[in-house]
């Protein structure tokens, strides 16, 4: 008997350590501020208590003919009994607030799903009385009839809480999926074993260690929390909103989009925007529980309002839109910056359905000409739009509705023509003509941008290859480049060997980069531009006086040609500051010895303009507008007649 004493209090010692290292754990790392963190920590602390009494009934057994240790017994039996019929239905709660289900539908049906536990835990409370859950025999704890409906009751939570996470299995991670077959299975062996063997006290042990698997795999968020403003990743926002959506949790998204991000550069001359993220960051945790925020992108949040109230959540986005309108953001060294935002707040099952339609929310670009500060409800039908573009993507992949236009640049001594700039179109049988600004962020996203690329850049190896260009004088054809793809490993090597395939002469091809791509990956930028170069390619800066580089990083890349966007031209029309800026922006130009195109030329008198500050080539509406392949051969025929 003694041996199986030793062993029993081995068991239950065993459990108060395990215990009390995931108590541990939970306050260290902090995670106990959400409700599936309360639950867990009053289930660890309920197991722990039990634990407790199970090692001190342990060492009263051999000693109840002692009046005090027999106190002590009695006490420690009804101390685990009235709190260890709690745990079934706190694991129901926890599993509800792990999946996102806060509450059953309805004040009755919650009145309902307690009344087991009331029940039982009434038998208990009375037990010293009635003797109906356990009593004592020569001082001996013996169970009684009100024991099983204890056992009944557990089996009725536990049934409750798998049905549950089989509403939810598809939406959950394998990860979690394992752990909670593992604290289920492990449950049910102690329970069932204790239940058929009253001597084989393992209930306990068997529980802790299911909490334990669970501290592990769910209550360690490492995973979903980026640990430097502690607030949840794209990986969290996925998993959580399918919870929602598979429970039908209603619940609206507030998303705020910064679109003046670059401002930080500015300001302190890095491209750090982590900074943003901390600032930011800080300030959504005064407004809702740090669980309930999402960094989706260096410039884009995200916060669940999880509430019937509709007018809570309006609340909460007006106030959000407030403060950025009203007030700065303070950085490291108590700089004041103010970040311009727009923020969105959808209902889901109203505005968007699923998932895919929350990330399109978040990734989809700001809609131009936005001037409301808070888009909801019909302001965010340009969703539906990104969703159409998406499936014209995929469509265009697939049936080929892809085509390349090509638009001509000229000398400007002479105005004769020198080259051409190849664009991408997309013909889609349901949309029509689709621009690149439409669906060139959607292909990126859908990591189709590749495909896109080299699609153009073959088509312009295949047009150089027929010689027709080199016969009516085009020098060279620039081909846009996507700074996602420029930046993967290999990319020189892998376009180099598209336009070998071709046998075409890479100095008939010039490659166009955004000058706004050199902020955040300059030193890597910096390299293509130098290794393409070195291949034969020539190398443009594109958009030049849109972003907000670093001037000298920027012409430090070498690039053999500037293209002045066509906001500097028409700037330059309109007022004496325009011009001004037209005229230093060439000179400075020239001084580095680089070769200057400009965009946008319409009017004649633009052209007068540009002759006077000696820019070597045109582009624009004037001469012509993208055109496709055959309507760009009768344009440069025509120039050669």
């Not at 909670?180 to 049910?188: A, G, K, N, P, T």
């Not at 640049?409 to 349901?430: N, Q, S, V």
């Not at 012409?555 to 011009?579: C, M, N, P, V």
Request: some cysteine; overall charge negative; glycine content about 6%.
């Amino acid at each position: 008997m003694y041996d199986y004493i030793s062993y029993q209090f081995g068991f239950d010692f065993a459990a108060v350590l395990i215990c009390m290292g995931c108590l541990f754990f939970t306050f260290v790392m902090g995670r106990t501020d959400r409700r599936q963190n309360k639950f867990y920590i009053m289930l660890l602390g309920i197991v722990m208590l039990n634990a407790v009494t199970e090692v001190v009934c342990s060492r009263a057994i051999p000693r109840v003919e002692k009046d005090i240790w027999y106190t002590c017994y009695r006490v420690c039996h009804y101390i685990y009994f009235l709190t260890h019929s709690a745990i079934p239905v706190i694991v129901c709660f926890y599993m509800m607030s792990v999946t996102g289900k806060m509450k059953l539908d309805g004040k009755f049906l919650n009145m309902l799903f307690v009344l087991p536990f009331v029940f039982t835990e009434i038998l208990v409370i009375f037990n010293p009385l009635t003797f109906w859950v356990y009593t004592y025999s020569d001082r001996h704890f013996v169970r009684s009839w009100g024991e099983n409906l204890i056992y009944v009751q557990s089996a009725f939570y536990m049934l409750f809480a798998m049905l549950h996470l089989l509403r939810v299995w598809n939406a959950m991670t394998q990860r979690r999926k394992f752990t909670i077959l593992y604290f289920f299975l492990m449950s049910i062996a102690g329970v069932v074993i204790q239940a058929v063997f009253a001597k084989m006290k393992v209930e306990i042990l068997c529980e802790s260690l299911g909490f334990l698997g669970v501290m592990l795999a769910i209550e360690d968020e490492d995973d979903r929390v980026d640990s430097d403003i502690d607030i949840h990743n794209r990986k969290a926002l996925g998993m959580d909103i399918n919870s929602y959506l598979a429970v039908r949790q209603r619940f609206h998204v507030i998303c705020i989009k910064i679109t003046n991000a670059d401002i930080i550069e500015r300001v302190t001359s890095s491209a750090n925007t982590g900074i943003i993220a901390e600032s930011v960051g800080a300030y959504l945790k005064t407004v809702v529980s740090r669980h309930n925020i999402y960094r989706t992108s260096y410039n884009t949040f995200l916060m669940t309002v999880v509430s019937d109230d509709d007018r809570r959540a309006h609340d909460i986005a007006e106030e959000v839109s407030n403060r950025f309108k009203n007030e700065g953001f303070a950085l490291y060294d108590k700089e004041v910056v103010y970040f311009n935002a727009v923020v969105m707040l959808a209902q889901i099952g109203k505005d968007i359905f699923t998932s895919k339609d929350v990330f399109y929310l978040v990734d989809s670009p700001v809609p131009k000409g936005i001037t409301k500060k808070i888009l909801e409800g019909e302001d965010l039908g340009y969703l539906i739009r990104r969703v159409a573009i998406e499936n014209a993507v995929n469509r265009g992949l697939e049936d080929h509705n892809f085509e390349v236009y090509y638009q001509p640049t000229y000398y400007l001594k002479g105005l004769k023509i020198h080259g051409a700039e190849a664009l991408i179109r997309l013909h889609d049988p349901e949309l029509g003509l689709v621009f690149p600004d439409d669906f060139i962020p959607v292909a990126e996203q859908l990591d189709h941008i590749d495909e896109i690329d080299d699609f153009v850049l073959r088509n312009v190896c295949e047009f150089l290859k027929s010689g027709i260009p080199a016969a009516h004088g085009i020098e060279t054809i620039n081909v846009n480049l996507s700074v996602i793809e420029c930046m993967r490993p290999g990319f020189v090597a892998h376009i180099s060997g598209i336009v070998e395939d071709y046998d075409v002469d890479k100095k008939n091809i010039t490659f166009e980069i955004t000058e706004s791509a050199q902020a955040r990956d300059y030193e890597l930028l910096k390299q293509v531009v130098k290794e393409l170069r070195k291949k034969g390619f020539h190398v443009a800066m594109d958009d030049y006086g849109t972003g907000y580089s670093n001037m000298q990083n920027s012409f430090s890349l070498d690039f053999d040609l500037i293209k002045i966007d066509k906001s500097i031209l028409w700037g330059a029309e309109k007022t004496e500051l325009g011009e001004i800026i037209l005229e230093n922006s060439v000179r400075m130009i020239k001084q580095m010895k680089k070769k200057i195109l400009v965009e946008g030329v319409e009017t004649r008198p633009q052209i007068d303009l540009l002759d006077r500050q000696g820019v070597d080539y045109l582009q624009g509406f004037y001469f012509s507008k993208p055109v496709n392949k055959e309507e760009f051969l009768k344009v440069i025929e025509k120039e050669n007649m």
